[in-house]
């Protein structure tokens, strides 16, 4: 099995190997090592007459398993892509199965082959997922927890050759989350509006990715862990004077995520800080506040506080009791929490 990281390296250096399987539930992973393939396993006067792109709805293994068999015309290789490959019907006919295996087993040197199976995991325990994982590029491409974002984040802006402040790194973290293609949109889109030799700075991320310093579902959570209720009624009005950025279900959501990993501190038998962080998947920078709210909020409170944000989503979808608006329920929501 290998590694988003060292496939990216291999590729950008030029070395592919015959065949990829790229599987998984983080698409971006394998989005990004299809376009990279896509874009420079072959020049542009050889793609026209080398380069076959397949959709799994719409082929099948015998299909691409015959066009990975031919050569390519007037060059050294030939990429097939096979996109959606989840989508094939024959992954469970033992002719097909053996037809792959086949191929496997002695691919086309002159032909790259790459499977994107997205949102699912072929069985590694049938022949077939053993022969892919041993004879192929095997990518098991996993969401990342939250407290591998910061490190993701930091490492995305290294490849672009772009420096970012740690406040920055915080802010988009805590605001996206795990959403890496719309993390990577939106670093992309800050490299283009800053000064060669400038980092991208909390300023810059408040400007052209629209998170709010003061306002934003992170300072809610550190408002309420903390007891400003000033400040918690503040942030939720302009919560609902915003309704599109803010989402109430987001909201209610994150609340919710908040004082699970709090339940999971008053449950834990080791309160060492690194221990937490990996406890409560988030990163060690963030634990103090976590233990800080966990003091302020024993786990009775704790209880009681899970059942009233549940009562909030029931309460926001109409389930229950007649609709009530976003406002109304974020304000009855934050004054149950922190009373």
């Not at 406890?279 to 704790?302: D, H, M, Q, T």
């Amino acid at each position: 099995m290998s590694s988003y990281s060292e496939i990216i390296k291999d590729i950008q250096q030029g070395e592919y190997a015959p065949i990829y399987f790229l599987q998984g539930e983080e698409t971006f992973f394998i989005d990004s090592i299809i376009d990279y393939i896509e874009a420079n396993a072959l020049d542009e006067t050889q793609k026209s007459f080398n380069q076959v792109i397949l959709y799994g709805k719409e082929t099948d293994l015998t299909t691409i398993l015959g066009t990975a068999r031919g050569y390519p015309m007037m060059g050294d290789r030939q990429v097939v892509i096979v996109k959606e490959a989840q989508e094939l019907k024959g992954w469970t006919r033992e002719d097909q199965q053996s037809l792959l295996i086949g191929y496997l087993e002695n691919p086309l040197a002159s032909t790259i082959l790459v499977f994107g199976y997205k949102y699912k995991s072929i069985d590694k325990r049938t022949k077939v997922g053993k022969t892919i994982e041993k004879h192929s590029v095997f990518l098991n491409a996993k969401k990342l927890y939250d407290n591998e974002v910061p490190g993701w984040i930091q490492g995305y802006c290294g490849a672009k050759k772009v420096g970012i402040a740690r406040d920055a790194v915080m802010m988009l973290a805590e605001n996206i989350g795990n959403n890496l293609q719309r993390l990577a949109n939106e670093i992309d889109k800050l490299t283009l509006n800053i000064k060669e030799g400038e980092e991208i700075s909390e300023a810059l991320v408040q400007r052209y990715v629209g998170i709010s310093k003061e306002y934003n579902i992170f300072e809610l959570q550190k408002a309420i862990g903390m007891g400003n209720q000033g400040k918690a009624i503040k942030i939720i009005n302009y919560f609902a004077s915003n309704p599109a950025n803010n989402p109430m279900v987001l909201t209610i959501y994150s609340l919710f995520t908040y004082f699970s990993k709090l339940l999971l501190i008053h449950h834990s038998n080791n309160q060492n800080e690194k221990a937490l962080a990996s406890v409560i998947g988030v990163n060690p920078y963030f634990v103090k506040e976590y233990l800080a709210a966990a003091r302020n909020y024993p786990l009775g409170k704790v209880v009681n506080n899970i059942s009233y944000l549940q009562k909030a989503d029931l309460d926001s979808k109409g389930i229950d009791s007649a609709t009530k608006k976003d406002k109304a329920v974020l304000t009855e929501l934050v004054h149950k929490l922190m009373n």
